[in-house]
């Protein structure tokens, strides 16, 4: 019964880290689509620049995590 529980954490654990990537993602897309329009500022369009930098880079930084846990660094 103790390893369901710890499946069953490890796979919530993922789940959650999953969500968090691909809403960083997202974020990071609807970012980068605002910076498109014509009708707002440069400093709107810098805002929404360095927040998609931002959250691709929380999302890089995510993946690589998971890769060295993957390889037990």
Not at 9 to 22: K, P, W
Not at 24 to 39: G, P, S, V
């Amino acid at each position: 019964m103790i390893e369901f529980f710890n499946w069953l954490l490890t796979l919530s654990y993922f789940a959650v880290f999953l969500i968090g990537l691909v809403t960083c993602f997202n974020k990071t897309h609807e970012a980068l689509l605002y910076r498109k329009y014509t009708f707002i500022s440069i400093r709107n369009k810098r805002k929404h620049t360095l927040n998609a930098i931002a959250n691709s880079t929380v999302a890089i930084l995510g993946v690589l995590g998971l890769l060295q846990a993957i390889a037990g660094v």
